[in-house]
């Protein structure tokens, strides 16, 4: 069984026979390293108890919404934040047709909703509601939002029926969640990571940035950590939280952006420059701010250091991994200036992206990508830019040399 070390797991249980089956899949998460947490619905108290599932998790069982005395210890969007995964098991109809419909009436449905974490789900049901088109309808729905399903297995079920809906085993499941991981692929690595703009000072109050929000680069450190990497983020100035699990490293302009890079590349194995690093700054750094005069103002620039062809230029180089931020869509050059720029910096890859589309690129919390080699490309269409860092890791740390 695939290791689930470090990873944390919120276990949902809804209301249903298969319930019972829960306690064993809170020991088999463990066995595999997880820890875990548990929600229940309403229903699923019915069928075992809160203290049963809370004695075997070691942690306290999340019921409602609004608690006051949970929310003090850990609010819906906090744990919605802890999770690594989100597994429904048992997942009833009822909760499957909630979740199609994006519903949010309760806890449980709540956190689907705020996590941006994989959320897989083992239904377990009478064989005819299974079938029901209804049911069905809302699986695929489901699976099209690339919610995974587990199960059900075929066989004789609690009512008597015989048919499909009855939930996987504890452990087939406890090994599929597993699997949702690339589990170890990046372990014994070091990672670093650039994010965010820089800033050039003009004068005391002034500076010259760009779009950047971050959100691309924090997603890829996210992602690298939980693929077991030792990760470094060297920031620019962002509104994000830096990520558990990850060094960051904060600086403002691109010159304090290279040095903290050079300084983080030995031992990296791993280099991927997703900053907006202004090419230029000033020439002349104000010490005064300057008085509003003539009516027109010249300043001067001067070229920033490269920092990944820096990087890529190293004897001992890490595996470097470049974006690159076109006006031009794929029609349009996109593929042939992003290889322009993994030929002239010397790059393994570029991940080209248009930003000239509001809806992607800066700012946004989508992505649509190029992932541009030597050779090949491969388009990655608009999506989630935490689950798009996920792909982009799994890819590259199928690349690297182990
Ligand atoms: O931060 P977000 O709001 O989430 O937006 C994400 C993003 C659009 C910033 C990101 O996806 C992206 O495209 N990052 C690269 C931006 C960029 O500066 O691209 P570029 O084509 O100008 O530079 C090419 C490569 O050289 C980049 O890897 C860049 O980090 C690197 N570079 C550039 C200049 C410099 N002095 N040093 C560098 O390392």
């Known amino acids: 069984m695939p290791s689930l070390a470090n990873k944390r797991i919120l276990l949902g249980v809804t209301g249903g026979i298969a319930a019972y089956k829960s306690a064993e899949i809170i020991r088999r998460l463990q066995d ?38 949970a929310e003090a210890a850990m609010s819906h969007i906090e744990l919605a934040r802890w999770a690594d995964a989100i597994l429904i098991a048992p997942a009833s109809a009822d909760f499957i047709a909630k979740l199609a419909n994006g519903e949010a ?8 909703l705020a996590s941006r974490s994989p959320l897989a789900i083992a239904p377990a049901m009478n064989q005819g509601m299974w079938r029901n088109a209804g049911t069905q309808h809302n699986i695929e729905r489901l699976r099209g939002r690339g919610i995974h399903i587990f199960g059900p297995t075929e066989g004789t079920q609690a009512c008597g029926d015989v048919g499909p809906g009855r939930m996987s085993e504890p452990e087939d499941i406890a090994e599929l969640i597993a699997d949702l991981f690339e589990t170890g692929s990046l372990a014994g690595k070091k990672v670093v990571i650039t994010a965010g703009p820089t800033r050039e000072a003009i004068d005391p109050v002034r500076y010259i ?3 950047s929000s971050g959100k691309m680069g924090y997603a890829l450190a996210e992602a690298a950590a939980e693929a077991g990497a030792e990760t470094v983020l060297i920031s620019g100035p962002v509104n994000l939280a830096s990520p558990d699990r990850v060094t960051t490293i904060s600086v403002t302009s691109a010159q304090e952006m290279y040095d903290a890079a050079l300084a983080e590349v030995e031992g990296c194995h791993l280099f991927i420059a997703s900053a907006a690093v202004a090419d230029y700054r000033p020439v002349q750094v104000s010490e005064q ?29 890490p595996f470097t991994v470049g974006f690159a931020a076109e006006t031009a869509n794929v029609d349009d050059g996109l593929e042939r200036h992003a290889r322009g720029k993994l030929e002239r910096k010397n790059l393994d890859l570029v991940i080209a992206n248009d ?5 992607i690129g800066f700012n946004s919390d989508d992505n649509a990508v190029l992932v541009v080699e030597m050779q090949t490309s491969e388009s990655i269409p608009k999506i989630n830019k935490s689950i798009l860092a996920r792909q ?9 040399p182990s």
Request: glycine content about 4%; hydrophobic content about 45%.
């Open 32 to 69: 595999a390293g997880a820890s875990v947490q548990v929600v229940m619905t309403h229903a699923a108290t019915q069928f075992i108890t809160p203290l049963t599932l809370q004695a075997l998790s070691g942690n306290p069982v999340h019921l409602e919404l609004l608690d006051t005395d």
């Open 105 to 112: 009436g309760d806890l449980l449905s709540t956190l689907c």
């Open 209 to 211: 940035s760009n779009h």
């Open 392 to 400: 982009l890791i799994a890819k590259i740390a199928d690349m690297i």
């Open 289 to 317: 701010k300057i008085k509003k005069s003539a009516d027109n103002m010249t300043i001067e620039l001067v070229k920033n250091p490269d920092i990944v062809s820096a990087v890529a230029a190293r004897q001992n180089r």
């Open 355 to 359: 930003v000239s589309d509001r809806t």
